[in-house]
């Protein structure tokens, strides 16, 4: 099927005919030209290949919005909150790329109305060597995210191997987050929300924008840098606001990490800053490939803290303790190498950074955008600092536990659900731009289906084999095979929640995409109201050990209930939005998936008990996910189900090719 290239006038939000006026006059200088198309609706569009008249071509508007993909984590944080998915999921405001198709071979083509399929254009040819440099660059961004999340993943397995899931691990994790926590109350939410859209709005500045860039930067620097020494001085504070020392928490040696992490604060959000310059001026490559020096780094301090003296197990005694401060300045290092490595890319740019003090009068366009973001950013942190104080209540190792199987919980989504919607995107926040609410439903009930489909036998397997994944990953080097099963079993607990948080994010991106920060704040609102009373309850009716699970179940059922509430709130401004598909291919996929972890458990029946705890983890393991991830895609395809279609031509594709 090719691609539609077009759209008729129907298409208009109102049904009339012509083109739909722009949200937002032409900027001054290049955008003339736009203006200039966009005023000439009586031309007589050419004929097409059949002596119909072809369908003009989408209006040009200079502020059509589109997704720019999303940076790879760098630091995964303590609480699934902290990501907020404005970061990831927010739409930024960028010329439309006016030679990209209307539709790809991804999701389900609409037809407009009144249009004859059998009449389609033919799509405008692109020349071999754009599409071979578009194929390239793509291909080096996934490389560079999937080498960030196996490196990202790596470190951290590494220091449970050294350290164990414990105290130690515990305090460097709260003292770790800190920065992330700062950083979204200083700067994330806004710089995501406000200052991107502006920096590619500012490019049509007679000066390209650099005057608008030197005074965000040097903004930034200001506030990270009162940020900075303000947080560092309050380590104390911050330390005993994140922890609770009624547990086996050890809220002093959080201090000393913090103390040497804080620090970083400034790095942190520059790096922020310069990836959002780099990516206003559609260079890429280097802020996808920084995380990857942040964790090599890490990975290299990692090894440095196992070799100094000392039993890296046993909690340190002063900050001035030489593994205090070898993980400490070690993971310091790494924030400011990943701001740096941008550097050079800025200057190649043709940049030059100067101070340039003084607000931009633009930015008050965005208050009010700004505003409910920040809203979100706070209430999410509330949360995050009532789930960390339950974990830091129980047993030790729990804020550590919960750290790591929360990066496991999200790892497939990370790898199917975000290279899913990263396609959708573009696709949905065009149909918002032009409020054709028709294909954003489209768009976003295909991508609740697919998403379905892919995830919903991953969380079965999972549920099945949380135990194996846990000692099989953690129960290596110093590493207590307890404790690796606890964090096996926090992770299966939780398994459930999969489906509904990638659901949650898509509905994030619909909200952003038509521009709405109010409703995703108010969702938040709500989940963290239904998240603190069950934490609290986890606390008081489990025992220390068993918090963990307690915390990890509990936000996964809060995001079902955002799930549910998403969907009822997009129904209120949508209309019909296909609901019966979904919950079609969703039992279709619930048969598949409980058949499919049956056969997993069956399988790890199988597995003799002489390999050993490790050694039968990582067999059980393997056979499990071979076993249980056949069986589910075999029913689902014996199902014959419509949404898999595009997965099986595309494995088959590749068998071919081999």
């Known amino acids: 099927m090719r691609p539609w290239q077009g759209g008729p006038p129907a298409d208009r939000p109102d049904g009339a005919a012509g083109p739909v006026e722009p949200a937002h006059p032409a900027p001054e200088g290049r955008s003339q030209e736009r203006t200039r198309d966009m005023a000439a609706p009586e031309r007589q569009a050419p004929p097409g290949p059949q002596g119909r008249p072809t369908p003009p071509p989408p209006p040009r508007e200079p502020d059509a919005t589109v997704y720019i993909p999303p940076r790879s984590a760098r630091?995964?944080?303590?609480?699934?909150?902290?990501?907020?998915?404005?970061?990831?999921?927010?739409?930024?405001?960028?010329?439309?790329?006016?030679?990209?198709?209307?539709?790809?071979?991804?999701?389900?083509?609409?037809?407009?109305?009144?249009?004859?399929?059998?009449?389609?254009?033919?799509?405008?040819?692109?020349?071999?060597?754009?599409?071979?440099?578009?194929?390239?660059?793509?291909?080096?961004?996934?490389?560079?995210?999937?080498?960030?999340?196996?490196?990202?993943?790596?470190?951290?397995?590494?220091?449970?191997?050294?350290?164990?899931?414990?105290?130690?691990?515990?305090?460097?994790?709260?003292?770790?987050?800190?920065?992330?926590?700062?950083?979204?109350?200083?700067?994330?939410?806004?710089?995501?929300?406000?200052?991107?859209?502006?920096?590619?709005?500012?490019?049509?500045?007679?000066?390209?924008?650099?005057?608008?860039?030197?005074?965000?930067?040097?903004?930034?620097?200001?506030?990270?840098?009162?940020?900075?020494?303000?947080?560092?001085?309050?380590?104390?504070?911050?330390?005993?606001?994140?922890?609770?020392?009624?547990?086996?928490?050890?809220?002093?040696?959080?201090?000393?990490?913090?103390?040497?992490?804080?620090?970083?604060?400034?790095?942190?959000?520059?790096?922020?800053?310069?990836?959002?310059?780099?990516?206003?001026?559609?260079?890429?490559?280097?802020?996808?490939?920084?995380?990857?020096?942040?964790?090599?780094?890490?990975?290299?301090?990692?090894?440095?803290?196992?070799?100094?003296?000392?039993?890296?197990?046993?909690?340190?005694?002063?900050?001035?303790?030489?593994?205090?401060?070898?993980?400490?300045?070690?993971?310091?290092?790494?924030?400011?190498?990943?701001?740096?490595?941008l550097v050079p890319a800025l200057r190649r740019s043709g940049f030059r950074f100067k101070w340039n003090f003084g607000l931009d009068e633009r930015l008050k366009e965005f208050g009010g955008l700004a505003a409910w973001i920040l809203g979100y950013v706070v209430v999410s942190q509330i949360g995050m600092v009532i789930n960390t104080r339950v974990l830091t209540a129980g047993a030790a190792g729990g804020a550590s536990i919960y750290s790591n199987a929360w990066l496991l919980f999200q790892l497939p989504y990370g790898v199917i659900g975000v290279s899913l919607l990263t396609a959708l995107m573009p696709k949905m926040s065009r149909a918002a731009a032009d409020g054709d609410h028709r294909r954003l439903v489209g768009d976003l009930s295909y991508g609740s289906r697919l998403t379905t489909l892919m995830l919903l036998p991953v969380s079965a397997v999972m549920a099945v084999a949380g135990t194996s994944i846990g000692v099989a990953l953690f129960a290596l080097g110093k590493g207590s095979v307890e404790d690796a099963e606890r964090l096996g079993q926090a992770l299966a607990v939780s398994a459930f929640g999969l489906l509904p948080y990638a659901l949650v994010m898509l509905q994030m991106r619909v909200f952003y995409a038509m521009k709405d920060s109010r409703t995703p704040t108010l969702i938040m609102v709500v989940m963290t109201a239904v998240k603190i009373p069950l934490l609290y309850l986890a606390q008081a009716l489990l025992s220390p050990t068993h918090v963990v699970l307690g915390v990890m179940m509990v936000n996964s059922l809060v995001f079902v209930v955002g799930a549910v509430l998403g969907q009822v709130w997009l129904w209120v401004k949508l209309g019909n939005l296909r609901s019966k598909r979904v919950v079609g291919v969703i039992l279709f996929t619930v048969v598949a998936s409980v058949l499919g972890a049956a056969a997993a458990a069956a399988a790890g029946m199988l597995v003799p008990d002489f390999l050993g705890a490790i050694g039968g983890a990582w067999v059980t393991l393997i056979l499990q996910g071979i076993v249980g991830m056949g069986v589910s895609f075999g029913v689902l395809m014996a199902l014959k189900v419509d949404e898999l279609a595009p997965v099986t031509r595309r494995v088959t594709r590749l068998l071919g090719r081999g």
């Open 75 to 341: 630091w995964p944080g303590i609480d699934p909150d902290v990501q907020g998915p404005y970061d990831e999921l927010a739409t930024q405001m960028m010329p439309r790329i006016l030679d990209g198709p209307r539709h790809t071979e991804i999701g389900e083509r609409i037809p407009a109305v009144g249009v004859d399929e059998r009449a389609e254009p033919e799509a405008e040819p692109q020349p071999a060597a754009k599409k071979q440099s578009l194929a390239k660059a793509t291909g080096r961004m996934a490389i560079a995210t999937m080498t960030s999340r196996i490196t990202g993943f790596l470190w951290k397995v590494l220091l449970a191997w050294v350290a164990t899931l414990g105290v130690l691990y515990d305090s460097f994790t709260v003292a770790n987050t800190m920065p992330l926590i700062i950083n979204e109350l200083l700067l994330g939410g806004v710089l995501t929300s406000v200052v991107v859209p502006l920096l590619v709005r500012s490019q049509d500045d007679p000066d390209g924008g650099e005057s608008y860039t030197q005074r965000l930067i040097t903004m930034a620097i200001t506030i990270l840098g009162i940020g900075t020494i303000v947080s560092t001085a309050a380590a104390p504070w911050l330390t005993s606001l994140l922890m609770d020392d009624s547990g086996a928490a050890n809220p002093q040696l959080a201090t000393w990490f913090a103390y040497l992490l804080l620090p970083g604060l400034l790095f942190y959000g520059l790096f922020a800053v310069l990836s959002a310059v780099l990516n206003a001026k559609q260079i890429f490559g280097p802020a996808q490939w920084a995380p990857v020096i942040n964790n090599m780094v890490i990975i290299v301090t990692i090894i440095a803290f196992a070799l100094v003296p000392g039993d890296p197990t046993i909690v340190p005694t002063s900050m001035t303790d030489p593994q205090v401060l070898v993980l400490g300045l070690g993971v310091l290092t790494a924030m400011t190498a990943q701001a740096l490595f």
